[in-house]
C-alpha cells in the first residue's frame, strides 16, 4: 500500500541529468556515425578486390593475360592487346563490367590518412588465371594488396583471390 503523499515518476533533476548525457553522448560519438571515411575505405577496398577478381577471371576465361595496376590513387585493369606473352605485355583498355565503358579504372582520391599498398605492382594474371608479376614470371608466394586496415591477398601459383 502506497503512502497518500508519494507519487511515481521521475524528478525535474533525473530527467534534466538524463537529457544532458544524451546530448553529450550525441556530442562525442555522432560525427564518429556521421563520418563518411570508413565507408569511403571500405568501398574502395571492395572495388580493388572486385577488379582484381575481374582481372583474374577474364585471364583464366580469354587465355589472355590481364594487368591490374596500382596507382596512389586508384587502379586500372587492362588486357595484353595481342594475346601474345611471348611479346610481353601491351596493355590495351577492357571494358568495365559494371558501366559497359572502356577502360575499367577507379582514380578517386582515398580518404586522407588512408594507406594503400600492394606487394606486386603491377598484378598479372596468365591465360592459365595465375598471378604473375612484371616479369611475367609465376608468383611464388601470395601477392598482398592494403587498402587501410583491409588486405586482400591474391594466390601465386592458383590466382586465387581472397
Known amino acids: 500500500m502506497t503512502s497518500a503523499g508519494s507519487k511515481n515518476g521521475f524528478t525535474l533533476i533525473e530527467l ?24 569511403e575505405i571500405r568501398t574502395f577496398y571492395d572495388d580493388v578486390l572486385k577488379a582484381t577478381r575481374y582481372a583474374q577471371a577474364k585471364a583464366a576465361g580469354s587465355g589472355c593475360i590481364t594487368q591490374i595496376d596500382f596507382t596512389a590513387s586508384g587502379f586500372r585493369v587492362s588486357v595484353d592487346s595481342d594475346c601474345d606473352s611471348t611479346n610481353g605485355f601491351v596493355a590495351a583498355d577492357i ?19 588512408t594507406t594503400y599498398s ?45
Open 16 to 39: 534534466i541529468t538524463v537529457i544532458t548525457i544524451i546530448g553529450v553522448l550525441a556530442v562525442v560519438v555522432g560525427p564518429r556515425f556521421a563520418s563518411s571515411d570508413v565507408y
Open 118 to 162: 600492394a606487394t606486386v605492382d603491377p598484378l598479372l594474371f596468365d591465360g592459365r588465371g595465375r598471378a604473375m608479376n612484371s616479369s611475367l614470371a609465376v608468383l611464388g608466394s601470395a601477392a598482398q594488396i592494403t587498402v587501410g586496415a583491409y588486405v586482400i591477398t591474391v594466390e601465386g601459383a592458383t590466382g586465387y583471390v581472397q
Open 95 to 113: 571494358v568495365n563490367p559494371g558501366d559497359f565503358e572502356s577502360g575499367f579504372t577507379e582514380l578517386d582520391a582515398l580518404p586522407t590518412g
